[in-house]
């Protein structure tokens, strides 16, 4: 039976049997737009610091990133990422498969983003050797850091990390368990679209978010374009958090 998009991110996750903070789900590693914009999406229905939750990245023209998530911060992304960040929101978010292949996704009244995902042979050639890898190799830094460099230009995405460290200071390995190439359908942020970037997404596991002092708002929308990005269903971990703050940043 073939195993589409939504089947794959629909199917139960069971997180990885290490120590350390653990995620399961899937993720939209991240897509540019020509107007400066910038989305990325993490849906983990499965985690060891509290309920399952989704979250929305988003970088406007001038560099200020916003998370927005449907749990606390301190229980999200933000967790990891909050010295990068400019705001956060709790608000509503939604991932909600509309077809096999189909991803639409909401936060607030804010921002609405339609992905449709597809496959080619560097997918399938990337997932069969997925299934074949023995499950220590998905544990080793060297290993993780040799798919990386590999997947980026085998997929056209760009740059790939899978293992490395985020704003707050913890590392990170991500096991990347499937993947698709995500086209953007459509994209509104604030009322107004925006078109994708014609050059291949950067993408990156989590990559590191650089923060800067401008924080302009939104004022494009998204429409069809060749640029693309990654959906990958996905087990990460991370260490237990030192005693350095989760977030710096403001709702």
Same mark, same amino acid.
């Given at each position: ?8 991110? %629909? ?9 350390? %903070? ?14 400066g914009h ?11 610091? $509290? ?20 749990v606390p ?15 956060? %929101? ?14 639409h996704v ?10 449709? /995902? ?85 993408? $990156? ?24 990005? /990654? ?6 971990? &991370? ?6 703050? &989760? ?5």
């Amino acid at each position: 039976m073939t195993i589409t998009p939504q089947s794959a991110a %629909e199917r139960s996750c069971e997180l990885p049997r290490v120590t350390g %903070e653990r995620f399961a789900g899937y993720a939209v590693i991240g897509a540019p737009f020509a107007s400066g914009h910038y989305l990325a999406l993490r849906r983990f229905p499965a985690n060891s610091i $509290g309920d399952g939750y989704t979250s929305v990245w988003h970088r406007d023209p001038g560099g200020a990133w916003t998370v927005y998530s449907d749990v606390p911060p301190e229980q999200s992304c933000p967790r990891f990422l909050g010295h990068a960040l400019s705001r956060t %929101e709790q608000t509503d978010v939604r991932a909600e498969w509309t077809g096999p292949a189909d991803l639409h996704v909401m936060a607030g009244s804010e921002l609405e983003w339609d992905l449709r /995902m597809s496959t080619s042979p560097s997918t399938t050639a990337m997932n069969v050797a997925g299934k074949l890898m023995p499950d220590a190799l998905w544990h080793s830094p060297a290993v993780l850091s040799a798919m990386g460099r590999a997947a980026g230009p085998m997929l056209g995405v760009g740059r790939v990390r899978l293992g490395g460290h985020v704003p707050n200071g913890q590392w990170f390995r991500a096991n990347p368990r499937q993947l698709w190439t995500a086209h953007t359908v459509r994209a509104v942020v604030g009322r107004v679209r925006s078109r994708p970037r014609r050059s291949a997404a950067r993408a $990156g596991g989590i990559r590191r978010l650089l923060a800067a002092a401008a924080r302009a708002r939104c004022s494009r929308r998204c429409r069809p374009g060749s640029s693309r990005s /990654m959906l990958i269903v996905i087990s990460q971990r &991370v260490p237990a958090p030192s005693t350095r703050p &989760v977030t710096e940043s403001s709702t």
